[in-house]
């Protein structure tokens, strides 16, 4: 097999935080975003989303790559760790910090419950009413535009109105992490990724993600985000809901069983194959058009 990474017009990426072993509904991930990737001859590259180091541990780091090379889940490149981003996320603050585009907000949780927008839109009170630069503070994107349309590869024509979704949102912690947004619009940049397979639970993150794009002129990719594994009360599959740790099933059968809720129709004689054969198989059979538009898909007995 070559290994010519300089021009594969198709990079993905999987993304996972080191918080736990890989659950069942993190595996289903990882093998959607490498079959897309495999089917259109293109890199799959594996990224750590390390940014929280409270939450973050490089144990369960190791233990992912693990997991993902016991399933025959082996990527390109070398694994990118947002921990060593920490600069490069500095930098893009003070690029935003010199447009004019932010703005530090003080405002505690207490303070926005007070004002009964904890989870609703913020009413930029630290824009009009500027705190002492003296004091920690977070730092807020100013929404210069309101709404944000994309094609999403499985849910369709999307628009989210910024404005009044979520308003002027943070891209600096008090604590001086980067967001989320901010580090996932970078690091997307950084690592060259053109493909984004992920789940539902993240479709409405895309929209700030793709504003944050836009005021750094970074480039678009493409998104396809699938249904996210739930069980039958709704809840997405995870390490709270006793999701198990893959690592400890067994390969083939686990590989058949996400290979169904893929929406393939794997043959009997599949599970006689190797890890390796079996995805190689799903390469061949993939068609990003068998997923249905939906949030969640429910595993009744995981
Ligand atoms: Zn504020």
């Excluded at 010519?4 to 289903?28: K, Q």
């Excluded at 060259?192 to 700030?208: C, E, F, K, N, W």
């Excluded at 893929?262 to 390469?283: C, H, K, M, R």
């Excluded at 990003?288 to 429910?298: D, E, Q, Y």
Aim: hydrophobic share 35%.
């Amino acid at each position: 097999m070559t290994t010519d990474t300089s021009d594969s017009w198709y990079r993905g990426r999987f993304a996972p935080s080191p918080t736990g072993p890989l659950h069942i509904g993190s595996l289903y991930t990882a093998v959607a975003s490498f079959i897309d990737a495999k089917a259109h001859n293109g890199q799959w590259l594996l990224r750590i989303d390390d940014l929280d180091p409270l939450r973050c541990k490089s144990e369960h780091a190791s233990q992912i790559l693990k997991t993902l090379e016991q399933y025959a889940l082996y990527w390109d490149e070398d694994v990118f760790y947002q921990q060593t981003r920490y600069p490069a996320y500095q930098y893009a603050l003070d690029d935003l910090r010199d447009q004019s585009f932010v703005y530090p907000c003080r405002c505690s949780r207490k303070e926005l419950e007070k004002r009964h927008i904890n989870k609703g839109v913020y009413d930029a009170y630290c824009f009009k009413h500027p705190p002492s630069s003296k004091q920690a503070s977070a730092v807020r994107i100013k929404l210069l535009s309101d709404s944000i349309s994309f094609n999403d590869q499985v849910q369709g024509r999307i628009t989210q109105s910024l404005k009044s979704d979520v308003g002027d949102f943070i891209i600096y912690r008090k604590d001086k992490v980067a967001s989320y947004h901010l580090a996932v619009a970078l690091d997307d940049a950084e690592q060259r990724i053109t493909h984004i397979v992920r789940g539902h639970d993240l479709l409405d993150s895309t929209a700030r993600q793709i504003y944050l794009q836009q005021q750094l002129h970074l480039s678009q990719p493409n998104y396809a985000h699938i249904p996210v594994l739930s069980d039958i009360n709704g809840d997405k599959l995870s390490k709270r809901t006793g999701a198990e740790d893959v690592a400890l099933l067994g390969v083939n059968h686990t590989l058949i069983k996400v290979l169904g809720y893929l929406n393939f129709q794997p043959p009997a004689e599949l599970v006689t194959y190797t890890g390796s054969e079996i995805l190689d198989w799903a390469i061949n059979h993939w068609s990003m058009a068998n997923i249905k538009p939906r949030a969640t898909l429910t595993i009744p007995n995981h």
